[in-house]
């Protein structure tokens, strides 16, 4: 019964950690200050290759699934499949999410109060990578591979996992630029993500619903 309610308790976490990272991305997207790293060099890639945002997400994210076995060393079924199940509507409510947050004028305010907003958008980002990673019940191919990382190689270093888990984001938006002459959603949300996401991670894991615990299986 104990546990039936623990795996109860992790799937609501899990249903509302999905929205809050679809909904934070897209507000980052919005404020054209720069976004979290793997969604900056996705709306990259979609201007590169000329491919609507919600699919492009989804096309990175089973190539990163597909890395995440190779660094498991073993093919596993049930993470492999937890994977895609994340990817298939993370992706596009990203895209339509981002939609609503371009209706209401998030892209129009003045500059501070844009960067407030981005702000708040990567924190939501890191709350929320956070609070899936503790449930582990599905989880973000790119973000599995930063939890991969760090319980696998890294000793349980939240920080260096996602220093170390940017090398094929960053890699795909200097391709892009190469190859277009231009860059999307990169800019101070980007630089603020990469040097302040895996400290406000592990900040997290302990403050934010602390009572969910990190359920750790690698």
Not at 33 to 48: D, H, P, Y
Not at 81 to 100: A, K, Q, R
Not at 174 to 200: D, K
Request: aromatic share 14%; with cysteine.
């Amino acid at each position: 019964m104990a546990k039936m309610q623990d795996f109860g308790q992790r799937m609501r976490f899990l249903g509302f950690s999905i929205v809050l990272n679809s909904a934070a991305n897209a507000l980052t997207i919005s404020t054209s200050l720069g976004s979290a790293v793997w969604t900056g060099s996705s709306v990259n890639l979609a201007n590169w290759i000329h491919v609507p945002l919600g699919s492009t997400l989804f096309m990175y994210g089973i190539v990163i699934t597909l890395l995440n076995q190779v660094l498991l060393g073993q093919f596993d079924r049930r993470r492999f499949i937890s994977n895609l199940l994340y990817i298939i509507p993370f992706s596009y409510l990203v895209e339509w999410i981002g939609y609503f947050w371009n209706w209401i004028g998030v892209g129009q305010l003045g500059l501070p109060w844009r960067v407030v907003v981005d702000i708040i958008g990567l924190f939501g980002v890191a709350f929320a990578v956070s609070i899936y990673n503790r449930c582990n019940i599905i989880m973000h191919p790119n973000d599995d591979l930063a939890y991969i990382l760090r319980f696998k190689y890294l000793r349980g270093s939240a920080v260096i996992a996602q220093w170390a888990s940017y090398t094929p984001p960053l890699i795909i938006i200097i391709l892009s630029y190469l190859f277009t002459g231009q860059l999307h959603a990169i800019g101070f949300g980007t630089v603020w993500a990469l040097v302040t996401q895996g400290i406000v991670m592990a900040w997290a894991d302990t403050h934010v619903f602390p009572q969910l615990k990190h359920h750790v299986d690698v």
